[in-house]
């Protein structure tokens, strides 16, 4: 079932708070969650489907590397030149993101990725919680949450330790 996006944002700025607040107590203690923040990363990622969701995709433009450039041209059989000026555009930090959101691959009936085996590393590392040295990625992972219900759960999972 596709989650419910307004609701998964309200809650998480709601929570947003709290969960700030959880991480200036027990910032040491995180440093050493790894191993518990990956099983709940691995149990909530169980529960939901990406696919009945693609929010991330939607939403969220990864930066997009070089490399990630000449793989999405080979995968595509464009030279990379091409993919630039189809797909690409700078942002105000000088990366390359999508030219415009949803992603040009997400497939608009069924979700999925048209380029899935050679995606961004950006796409293939989000959502980030099987992370190691999770603890840095923690405030990043607060904004994600009102995208990502997997990074909800894990949020709320982690705070309740303290
Ligand atoms: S490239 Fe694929 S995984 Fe990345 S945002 Fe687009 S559809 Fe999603
Ligand atoms: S990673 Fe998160 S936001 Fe992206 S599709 Fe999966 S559950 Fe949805």
Redesign the pocket.
């Known amino acids: 079932m596709e989650p419910n996006f307004d609701l998964l944002r309200a809650n998480a700025l709601k929570a947003s708070a709290g969960w700030k607040r959880f991480y200036a107590k027990n910032r040491k203690q995180l440093a050493k969650m790894d191993a518990e923040i990956h099983a709940y990363h691995a149990k909530f990622s169980d529960e939901i489907d990406c696919l009945s969701c ?1 929010n ?3 939403r ?3 930066r997009i590397t070089e490399k990630d450039i000449e793989k ?1 041209a080979k995968s595509l059989r464009m030279k990379t030149s091409a993919v630039v000026e189809k797909y690409l555009r700078k942002d105000e930090d000088d990366d390359w993101v ?1 030219r415009s ?7 608009h009936d069924d ?6 085996a050679h ?2 590393k ?3 590392e ?1 959502p980030h919680t099987d992370r190691k040295r999770f603890y840095q990625l923690y405030h990043l992972s607060v904004k994600n949450a009102a995208v990502c219900p997997i990074v909800y759960r894990v949020l709320n999972a982690v705070s309740e330790k303290g």
């Open positions: 693609a991330c995709c939607r969220l433009g990864p999405i999508f959101m949803p992603c040009p691959f997400l497939g979700n999925y990725c048209a380029i899935y995606r961004p950006a796409c293939r989000y």
